[in-house]
């Protein structure tokens, strides 16, 4: 069953807690993106019949509807990435390399371990390439310490 849609954060605490906005709106993004594509929040099976008019459709037109909505989702990865352990450097390898490097990614600090750093969960740069990316905090969490970044990349169409 699709969840509900979520709503996105109150902007009310902007301009007092910069910070913990951008990680509400991060975290946001996320559960949209999760609600919306990976839980069909925004067009359930049943709902999608309704976008198909049998009277026009056609196996061939069915088919190309299909492969259009498959390549869309190979357009987007997801997973996690950390830093830690005496660097400041953590690589996210993409399941299903991207044609080029031109993607939007979004990071958000999901977790530590131990006690890191105050710094270690900001992200200073992000090196893209086809294969995936390097991200770098602005301070090494600290040699036993580490952060862990939920990443989603999304290419967009041409």
């Known amino acids: 069953m699709a969840s509900e849609i979520p709503q996105p ?31 069909g929040g925004l067009v359930t099976p049943t709902a999608a019949q309704d976008l198909v008019d049998p009277g026009i459709a056609t196996a061939e037109t069915a088919q190309t509807t299909a492969n259009e909505n498959v390549a869309r989702l190979d ?8 830093v830690g352990f005496g660097d400041v450097v953590g690589t996210a390898t993409f399941n299903n390399e991207f044609d080029d490097a031109t993607y939007d990614i979004n990071v958000t600090p999901v977790s530590d371990l131990g006690g890191p750093a105050e710094g270690s969960n900001r992200v200073k740069t992000i090196a893209k390439t086809a294969a995936g990316f390097t991200l770098t905090v602005e301070v090494d969490p600290g040699g036993a310490d580490a952060v862990t970044f939920d990443y989603i990349a999304i290419l967009q169409p041409s």
């Open 75 to 82: 357009n987007i990865q997801s997973g996690q990435v950390t």
């Open 9 to 39: 954060p109150n902007q009310s605490n902007y301009e007092t807690d910069l910070e913990g906005y951008v990680r509400a709106l991060s975290e946001w993004t996320w559960a949209f993106y999760r609600s919306a594509i990976l839980e």
